[in-house]
């Protein structure tokens, strides 16, 4: 074995790189345990997707259409926007990567919230440049804190909205003023994955900003509401010229295409989302009700998830929490990762397994 020295080398702040850790999919000698660690749908796919994904198997030796063509006009066409300004990527974490590598280097910073979505630092760093936190306020994204922090070196600002793992907002009129204190030259990427589980009226997806504004970008996926998590489909919505630079970047078949059939037609199948929605309106406040009635704490979500907070003495904390619930087969999210380790982020799942997640935590506070 050569010497470290002598062995090709990564660039600068790659091993600095915290590896993601995505939601546990299993556990040990439990058959069918309940996966509530990586906000997936409760109600999964639409039928409609699932037998265009099987449909797709007759043609696997074509080459998908490297612009999603399709795709883009029906997502032009449901939000009332351009297809040509719509750039599909392999799930909004591959826009991530794309925005971060083409508008910020070495010298350069990204600007997000201290509990933003963890690709943020991840690409970041990936691409050479330095992340900067904002502190937040309530474990919410604060407007003022995250300008104080805006500099010269500044070229992307990154705002989840809602926010993973928080389930925090920044209401529209916060997002209008946090873009309008953004120097031209920094590009504003917000990131509603989540928007389509929104239906508050002070909220933005962003796309109104975008519309009519050459340094934003606002971000979606197919992986959360719509069931499509295992496909990765995301879209990104921004000026020409940051599309432009986002399709000379991308790879040239990055969508393929049984992938690209599902998300149009679960893009089609309204009445599904609409179920998906109304499921998350009746079980995310039951759950948030029956754990704070156990004395535990929960923050207030507007998105499919919920963080729940635990006293931070042993053998009452979230990492002896954590234990039970998979000791009697439920899967949460720890997100000590995200600077929050008194916490583990729940996913609304089906109702037998929101009344199973509130049994076994029943009987770990002893109540």
């Not at 990564?10 to 790189?17: A, C, D, F, N, V």
């Amino acid at each position: 074995m050569s010497a470290p020295e002598k062995r090709p080398q990564p660039r600068p702040g790659i091993m600095k790189i915290a590896r993601y850790v995505g939601g546990e999919g299993g556990l040990p000698g439990i058959d069918d345990p309940i996966r509530l660690a990586s906000n997936e749908s409760a109600l999964g796919p639409s039928p409609k997707a699932i037998a265009a994904y099987a449909a797709a198997k007759d043609s696997l030796h074509r080459y998908a259409d490297g612009g999603a063509a399709a795709l883009r006009r029906a997502l032009g066409a449901r939000h009332g926007i351009d297809p040509d300004r719509i750039v599909v990527g392999n799930g909004s974490d591959e826009i991530i990567g794309l925005v971060t590598k083409a508008y910020a280097g070495p010298g350069d910073e990204v600007l997000f919230s201290r509990h933003g979505f963890a690709m943020y630092p991840i690409a970041t760093l990936a691409a050479g440049a330095t992340p900067v936190t904002a502190p937040e306020a309530g474990y919410r994204a604060d407007v003022d804190a995250m300008l104080g922090l805006v500099t010269e070196k500044t070229k992307i600002v990154f705002l989840a909205n809602p926010n993973n793992p928080t389930g925090s907002y920044v209401t529209a009129g916060e997002v209008a003023r946090l873009h309008a204190g953004l120097p031209p030259h920094v590009l504003f990427v917000v990131d509603a994955a989540y928007a389509e589980y929104v239906t508050r009226n002070d909220y933005t997806d962003g796309l109104e900003l975008a519309k009519t504004h050459e340094n934003v970008a606002t971000m979606r996926t197919f992986s959360k509401i719509y069931g499509l998590a295992a496909l990765r489909v995301g879209w990104c919505y921004a000026a020409p010229a940051v599309c432009d630079v986002l399709h000379r970047t991308r790879g040239p078949f990055n969508v393929n295409a049984a992938a690209q059939a599902a998300a149009l037609a679960a893009l089609d199948d309204v009445g599904h989302i609409d179920r998906a929605r109304a499921h998350n309106d009746i079980w995310l406040p039951w759950f948030a009700e029956q754990v704070q009635q156990l004395g535990l704490t929960v923050l207030p979500s507007i998105g499919n998830f919920v963080l729940v907070g635990f006293p931070s003495e042993d053998g009452r904390n979230a990492e002896a929490a954590e234990a039970h619930l998979k000791a009697d087969g439920v899967i949460p999210r720890p997100v000590a990762g995200y600077g929050l380790p008194d916490f583990l982020r729940i996913t609304v799942g089906l109702e037998d397994e929101m009344r199973a997640v509130v049994a076994s935590l029943r009987t770990f506070v002893g109540r």
